[in-house]
């Protein structure tokens, strides 16, 4: 643990007098919090402030320029990449006080939401009138809409809807100086000028502060179904995947757990699958009850074809939300499955998914370190977490080696080092293997561009 | 807090406690962080905060970091339901009071200056005050609250029609709880009254003290066990008879006996857990008449300590009918419990504005809920016009 390079008196009268009261925090005991985040690295922030309103943050950020101090957003510091941690020091700006939904219209279909809103509130408040925000992260309960907006938060909707930047109409954001900015708009398309609302959306905080987004909206899916379906192998669940795509049907949701997964969440909670299972798809369907009735049907006989060892079909929301939760049990199940976990979120095209699932699962057999493998395989979204005890040298080296090889072979099957976790600060040491050294060189010149003096969580991203 | 001895010292050695993670969940079920958007208060910040100060890497002031550990935690216990590690923030803030070595003495020096609204529960604990500390304050800020007791109670408007007589000719004893007991004798009175027509002999009271949750998240570990082994003794003296409950948190903190060892045998634990009652199930299929004082609308406020289950709303939901408002994602807690009403009072009222923001009565409305504690902070936190009272007050 290191500590942060100290604010210049004038700099700490200037946040006193800008954030009054309780909005100003310098005490090394009440900012621990703030100088970590779901990464678990650390580091302590200079000076941590809660603004509630815009001008706050516009003064705020035109005298970090001034001063050249590292300003970082932090939402809830849900994400696993270290976005929110202050490694050069410098003062964390929480959105807990900017978070109100502004405005929900069922015309326009549009939200305009502070960046402090949780995603899962915004989603009660709009279902209630029929609407739906429709990405989900894993933490739709507990991040906010400002970090899956820095982040281009995925989820497990994904598939049929797209990521957080796909729902995103328009930003308001202070760029460092104070300046304030307004891209796109309300309009659902928007082809006037180079899209900076797109650029802003997964730039994980490094080129101004959110104040303001405009999300589009959609008509919550009148019905739903899921479909669990257990296979021998996680080779036979993927083959039955891409069959399900093969036959026209495009789910609203597409998981994988794999053997080690479901083990670690039967650790926990009863499961109903059977022992003999290696793998179980679980798929969820959406749209008006005839629709989903008739996919359903559809469904359930073309994921018969890759020879499953079990079923269910659930129609009721008790039944889904039963069936879900073993899914969302998987998160805290692997906690307590090993003392330690590298934890990727690496992406391959949908058709390479089975090569790089076996790739994996010999890189743990070859390391002999445990993997849990599971992910949004609508996406070819694959969540590879390398368990280990990182008290133990050897297993820790294991461990490193194991991530690094799973890194390069889906590389080399054409997929992305990130899905949706982003590269923050744990990415950083590989992003060369990813990005030319022109393509890097030219993010590095557009964030100079709205950031002269690199104040905007440095060294993070790219 | 001002002992020179390192307040957290006895957290330092502990292996047995799973770290926190840093997942987030909890923020968003803390009452305090979503009253006052202060991370700080957040359980994830408190466990991580105790983890630096075990690691020694970091400069801090441990006697700042206890401040921060012992003073501010509603004792809610909502961050243990969602924490995949299953750690509970109530429990850290107790560990942390009571490794430290002056806390007891700190404690019952808050319990009796700044009594304020938890003075029933101070009357009720002033027995097992150490010698030689004024008790008077207390007996002063009962005198000055006294408005609490009934004068802005709502007028009954519920009224009992049939009995459901299933469980006539048995016998049982009332666990009142210490606001009952010393603030709102008439809510006694009208359980009592309510078993009669179940048809249920209530015995002598054999002389219950106070549950001791409180005591035990507050820290004083000593007290609270004296205050249970005294319990037990007198619910075995009365012949280990049911008993009856209508607090949510003193339910609550008696179904933790059995999950302690306090020299109940098994058989007993059986007895125990089994022979203790709500009101409000034993009510039942009894119909009741709705009269002419009933608000436009009452609220239903979930108590955060309504562990095994909300009888009281399944009551009234039977009772009331249609006139009962609750939605299972707006169950804010009311800022009463663990000690932060007696440390950081300012704290404990915004996360009861913050609940009455929530809830949006309008005048005329009701609140009841079924917790002495909550009535107690909602009641003197309520807007104008807006009636707060236990359930067993609009019934008559």
């Keep these: ?462 | 807090m001002s002992d020179k001895s390192p307040p957290t010292q006895g957290l330092l050695d502990r292996t047995d406690q799973p770290d926190c993670v840093l997942c987030g969940r909890c923020l968003s079920v803390c009452p305090l962080f979503a009253a006052t958007g202060r991370e700080e208060f957040s359980p994830r910040a408190k466990f991580f905060l105790t983890q630096a100060l075990a690691s020694g890497q970091l400069d801090l002031s441990s006697t700042k970091a206890a401040d921060l550990l012992t003073s501010v935690c509603l004792s809610c216990g909502k961050c243990e339901s969602v924490c995949p590690m299953g750690l509970c923030g109530p429990d850290l803030a107790a560990r942390v009071r009571a490794a430290h070595p002056g806390f007891a003495g700190y404690l019952w020096k808050l319990w009796i200056e700044r009594a304020g609204l938890v003075w029933p529960l101070a009357m009720a604990v002033a027995k097992f005050v150490p010698k030689g500390l004024p008790i008077e304050a207390i007996t002063r800020a009962k005198a000055s609250l006294d408005a609490l007791g009934s004068g802005q109670a709502p007028a009954p408007w519920l009224f009992p029609e049939t009995f459901d007589r299933r469980h006539a000719g048995q016998k049982a004893v009332l666990f009142a709880g210490c606001v009952a007991e010393y603030a709102t004798p008439q809510w006694k009175d009208m359980a009592k009254r309510l078993l009669g027509g179940l048809g249920i002999e209530v015995l002598p009271d054999p002389g219950f003290t106070c549950c001791g949750c409180t005591l035990g998240h507050a820290g004083a570990s000593d007290a609270q066990a004296t205050m249970q082994q005294h319990n037990i003794e007198a619910w075995r003296r009365a012949g280990r008879p049911t008993m009856v409950v209508f607090c949510a948190s003193c339910r609550c903190g008696l179904r933790s006996y059995t999950r302690k060892d306090l020299g109940l045998t098994a058989s007993e634990r059986e007895t125990w857990s089994g022979g203790l009652v709500s009101l409000s199930d034993l009510l039942g299929d009894t119909t009741f008449r709705t009269g002419e004082a009933a608000p436009p609308a009452v609220r239903y406020h979930q108590p955060c300590h309504g562990a095994g289950g909300n009888q009281d709303l399944a009551m009234l939901r039977r009772a009331v009918g249609e006139r009962l408002l609750f939605r299972e994602n707006e169950t804010p807690c009311c800022g009463f419990g663990g000690l932060t009403k007696l440390t950081a009072p300012e704290l404990s009222d915004l996360v009861a504005a913050r609940a009455f923001a929530i809830y949006a009565p309008k005048p005329g409305d009701q609140v009841v809920t079924g917790c002495a504690g909550c009535v107690t902070q909602l009641r003197a936190s309520a807007p104008n016009g807006v009636i707060v009272g236990h359930w067993l007050e609009i019934m008559g």
Excluded at chain 1, 39 to 48: D, G, I
Excluded at chain 1, 54 to 73: D, H, K, S
Excluded at chain 1, 94 to 113: G, K, Q, Y
Excluded at chain 1, 145 to 169: E, P, Q, S, W
């Design chain 1, 1 to 462: 643990m290191t500590t942060a390079p100290s604010l210049a008196p004038a700099a700490r009268r200037f946040l006193e007098k800008c954030f009054p009261g309780d909005a100003a925090v310098f005490t090394p005991e009440a900012m621990c919090v703030y100088g970590t985040d779901a990464s678990r690295r650390f580091a302590l922030p200079s000076a941590v402030v809660r603004p509630d309103d815009v001008e706050q943050v516009r003064e705020l950020l035109a005298f970090a320029q001034t001063e050249r101090i590292p300003i970082l957003p932090r939402g809830r510091a849900t994400n696993t990449v270290g976005d929110c941690v202050p490694s050069v020091g410098g003062i964390v700006v929480s959105t807990a006080r900017l978070n109100r939904i502004l405005e929900i219209d069922p015309n326009d279909f549009v939200a305009v939401v502070e960046p402090g809103v949780v995603t899962g509130e915004l989603q009660t408040a709009l279902a209630a009138q029929g609407l739906l925000f429709a990405p989900d992260p894993a933490s739709v309960r507990f991040s906010t809409i400002g970090g899956n907006a820095a982040t281009c938060a995925g989820g497990m909707r994904a598939v049929k809807y797209g990521v957080t930047r796909d729902h995103i109409l328009g930003i308001e954001a202070i760029l460092p100086g104070g300046v304030a900015i307004t891209t796109g708009g309300r309009s659902h398309k928007n082809v006037v000028g180079l899209d900076l609302t797109r650029l802003f959306v997964g730039s994980e905080g490094t080129l101004g502060f959110f104040t303001r987004l405009t999300l589009k909206l959609l008509p919550l899916p009148q019905a739903t179904a899921t479909l669990a379906v257990a296979y021998p192998s996680v080779d036979a669940a993927l083959a039955a995947a891409g069959d399900v795509f093969r036959a026209g049907l495009l789910p609203a949701a597409m998981e994988l757990m794999a053997q080690e997964a479901m083990a670690a969440v039967a650790a926990i909670e009863a499961v109903p699958w059977p022992d003999t299972a290696g793998a179980v798809l679980l798929l969820r369907l959406d749209g008006s009850p005839e629709a989903v009735a008739a996919d359903s049907r559809l469904l359930a006989a073309v994921t018969k074809q890759a020879g499953p060892v079990w079923s269910r079909t659930a129609t009721t929301a008790e039944d889904e939300e039963n069936l879900w939760e073993l899914r969302r049990l998987l998160n805290p199940a692997s906690f307590k499955a090993a003392p330690n976990k590298i934890n990727d979120d690496v992406t391959v095209p949908r058709g390479k998914l089975r090569e790089a699932a076996a790739g994996v699962a010999a890189i743990g057999r070859e390391q002999g370190v445990r993997i849990l493998l599971f992910g949004h395989v609508g996406d070819g979204n694959l969540h590879v977490n390398i368990m280990h005890d990182a008290a133990d040298p050897d297993e820790r080296r294991c461990a490193v080696a194991a991530r690094e090889r799973i890194l390069m072979l889906c590389l080399s099957l054409g997929g992305t080092l990130s899905g949706e976790h982003g590269v923050g600060l744990s990415k950083l040491p590989f992003l060369d293997r990813q990005l030319g050294p022109t393509e890097r060189e030219l993010m590095r010149r557009i964030k100079r561009v709205f950031d002269p003096f690199g104040i905007m969580n440095p060294d993070k991203a790219y």
